[in-house]
């Protein structure tokens, strides 16, 4: 499975963003597909996850504010984030592993297939 996200950028405090993330090489079917972020300096933390079927989990952080989804025709999935904040401001990663029974684990060993990052900065 190759991921390539995309849809980073620099946007004020309080502003939206959009990540996607297009997924090839295999069948998207029975895939987890999850949004990670690294700030600098920090480790690698989880976002918000989403199984095949639908079910979506979010780190305390996103909840609230970052909506994932995904189309399994396109093989794609996004992360629609809104009243972002300067805390927000990290590398995001998209990454994908064949879970049919994921259960929302939050660690980055969970998965195997990874994208490159995008940025993103808030700007305060």
């Known amino acids: 499975v190759q991921l390539q996200a995309s849809g980073g950028g620099l946007v004020q405090a309080g502003g939206s963003l959009r990540l996607s993330c297009a997924a090839s090489?295999?069948?998207?079917?029975?895939?987890?597909m999850a949004w990670f972020r690294q700030a600098p300096g920090k480790e690698r933390n989880f976002v918000a996850s989403?199984?095949?079927?639908?079910?979506?989990y979010y780190s305390d952080s996103a909840k609230g504010r970052f909506t994932i989804s995904r189309d399994n025709a396109k093989n794609t999935v996004d992360l629609e984030m809104n009243s972002l904040r300067p805390e927000d401001t990290a590398d995001y990663y998209c990454a994908a592993s064949f879970a049919p029974y994921y259960s929302g684990s939050r660690r980055s060993e969970a998965f195997d297939y990874w994208g490159q990052g995008t940025q993103v900065t808030v700007s305060s």
């Open positions: 090489g295999r069948t998207f079917s029975g895939y987890v």
């Open positions: 989403i199984r095949w079927n639908g079910d979506t």
